[in-house]
């Protein structure tokens, strides 16, 4: 199993920065998140303006490898198409990079407004044969989303989830912020989808404040971990804030490392507990 962390975490940052703070503070594998943006929402900004051979570059100059790549969009453009739900600068990452990553996440698919009733059962086969391509040389899983104000999304609870990954051959990134967002017990979420949880998005999460610095909120990630299926799970990827205080980072190159670094720190704690766990079963 392979420990990550998602390049997001420093959008703030110069990307080449980012990879640096990544590689000191001890990560070998990177969740590379694309850019993206639609309306007001926007991801992975730092990779705005950075030509996709130069990001393939920068990657691999400061010794990191791609383990995995978030698609980061999934806003459907119409009710009966596809379109809008793949982020067009995928195939040109994949086809720069030169080899597959273990695994691709996918947000769960949405769209804004109300599409009217029977629109997931018209769209999800669609949302399948879309993806059937890059299932054959890699992992391909959908992160659970949680619902949010203009748009609809399907598939909120475990049970609907695996239901869809099972029958379509894709597995589940379980991203433990957006299940806490909902209300969904991360552990009982755990047990319901079972060996369909390939990766994990990791952080914590407080008094409605999303992505909190690992161990510095209120989830029991310590029986997240002796509860999900270790023999299924091929990463964990940090995905979250590094400070609470200073959203935009204005710390020092050294505090970031050391910061990334001890996330990475209670990430191999916890772990840990998952190991002892499977020794006693």
Known sequence: MQLSVATANLYMQPFERALNIFAEAGFQNIELD???????WAVAQHLQD???????????????????????GGVLEARDSTEGFINPALDRHLEAMGYAPECLVFHTPHIEE?????????????????????????TVTIENLPPFGGYCVPLLTPEALNDFVAANGLGVTLDTTHYAQMGTD??????????????????????????????EGELDLAGFFETIDRASLSAVTVECSLS???????????????????????????????????EYR
């Open 34 to 40: 694309l850019f993206w943006e639609r309306k007001e």
């Open 50 to 72: 950075v030509p996709v051979r130069r990001v393939v570059q920068q990657v691999e100059r400061a010794g990191l490898r791609i383990s995995s790549i978030h698609d980061g």
């Open 114 to 138: 109300n599409p009217g009733d029977g629109w997931w059962e018209r769209i999800s086969d669609k949302i399948a044969h879309a993806l059937e391509k890059y299932r054959q040389v890699c």
């Open 186 to 215: 991360i552990i009982e979420a755990a047990r319901k989808l079972g060996n369909k949880i390939k990766t994990v998005h990791l952080s914590d999460f407080t008094a409605g404040r999303t992505h909190v610095f690992i161990g």
């Open 244 to 278: 609470s205080d200073d959203p935009n980072l204005n710390q020092s190159y050294s505090w970031m490392v050391s910061r990334t670094r001890e996330a990475r720190n209670r990430l191999e704690r916890l772990l840990s507990v998952m190991e002892a766990s499977d």
